[in-house]
């Protein structure tokens, strides 16, 4: 049992079929990531818009080595079953296109693809970057994908996701540790959404010999927040995907703080992360385990008051934790050689930063205000071959959740292209993916992972 009784209801049998009688939307049962679970459930289709794709060739590599079935018509007979038979995942090269006529061979291949996707399935379109483009027909082609898979996202069943992903030019063979996100249920409550590879000149890297079950072994991360809530399943994800991890709480969530550290075999710092003295005290605990590899900036606090009703105590707390804290970090990290090169930092923001909420004007200030900090901090990493991104998390299932109002509640979970919310989980595969050495290209990016919905905590 979920604390999402409506979930709960319609995918029991008896709800079943009262919800089938009487319409009630389904929930889908979400697959989600176990170590050893293979890419895809089963085969894939794979087009391409134009005799100039440039990345066709990379997916098909990548799902041949691993075995996986692959057919270039969408219409072909899968599995050993027929032409309706379902698929894993519909995969097209829309990049090379010249004007929106080009559109037209991408509907062709995804109207099959969107007929035959399988529950939890994977719609992934590969796109050129708008901003790349050198004409207006060009640029409008490449921005129309935009709108077809955020669109095609509402129209996806059963768990099925349905996301872009724009290739810079000569990036094309960066795109491994993202495809492997994409297309895994490591992507569960990744829906809708755009995200850009290779966009801030000078990235370097590889993804030679990585061990894509422990994709950050050897690697020393900090988690701060993580006593509770989504920093204590980050903790955990980081943990199973090989890194050691220092937990960093508040003194007062001391237990709560050494459990997660004893849950992962790490260690726990009592800090304030508003304190002074919280950077010097970081790098000096990280430079005793040998510095730090992965930052993720987790901590974070709701005030939330009318803006007519606002006072300057409340509006300053939040700031101060969310925003000004990990400024002051990011400060001490870029001018310390205990932030290792090739390091990754990544950040939580959220949809109140995105689509605002009521009632959160100082938090949606400050989760607004982390996105800033990404984009003008992503071009300072370069050289350290290291990266930030941000995670903004939309209706998650936690504490803070379930403080809600039951409308308010029940809206932020059913207005998702997923009807329900997502777990503390979806964010941290997320933030466990941004972290890998072998996501170098992806740098100064902000994902939303909320089910396509625009109402966030
Ligand atoms: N739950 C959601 O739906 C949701 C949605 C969007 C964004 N977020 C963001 O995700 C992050 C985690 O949220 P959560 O739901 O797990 O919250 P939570 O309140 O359960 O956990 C936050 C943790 O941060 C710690 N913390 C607060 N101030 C601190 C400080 N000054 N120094 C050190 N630690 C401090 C708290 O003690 C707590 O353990 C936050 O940044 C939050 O804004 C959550």
Redesign the pocket.
Known sequence: MSNDWYSDFVNSSFGRTIAGQVGLPPVPRLRRWEPGQPLLSGPALLGTATPDGRVAKVVRSLLTDLGIEVHDDPHAPVGGGSSTSKVAAGIVDATGLSSPADLAEIQGFLTPVMRRIGPSGRILVIGDVPAEATSPAVRAARRALEGLVRSAGKEARYGATVNLVHVAAGAENDIESTLRFFLSSRSAFVHGQRLDVGTVPGFAGSSQGVDWDRPLAGRTAVV??????????VAKTLRRDGATVIC???P??GD??ARTANDVGGSALQ?????DH?PATLLDHAARHGGLDVVV??????RDKLLANQDRDRWNSVI???LN?QLTINDALLGSDVFHRGGRIVT?????GIAGNRGQTA?GAS?AGVIGMVEATAPLLVEKDATINAV??????????AAMPVGTREA?RRLSSMAQ??L?VD?AETIAWFAQAASYAVNGQVLRVDGQNYL??
Not at 224 to 233: D, L, Q, V
Not at 271 to 275: E, G, S
Request: hydrophobic residues 45%; glycine residues 16%; proline residues 4%.
């Open positions: 701060t927040g993580a006593a509770r809530g989504i920093g204590a399943t960093v709480d508040v007062s969530a709560a703080l800090l304030d992360i508003t304190a919280a900036h987790n901590a974070g606090i709701t101060d934790v969310n804290a939580v923001s959220s949809m109140a938090y989760k903004a998390p939309g209706f998650i299932e936690t504490a803070m959740t932020g919310g997502g503390p964010v966030g905590a």
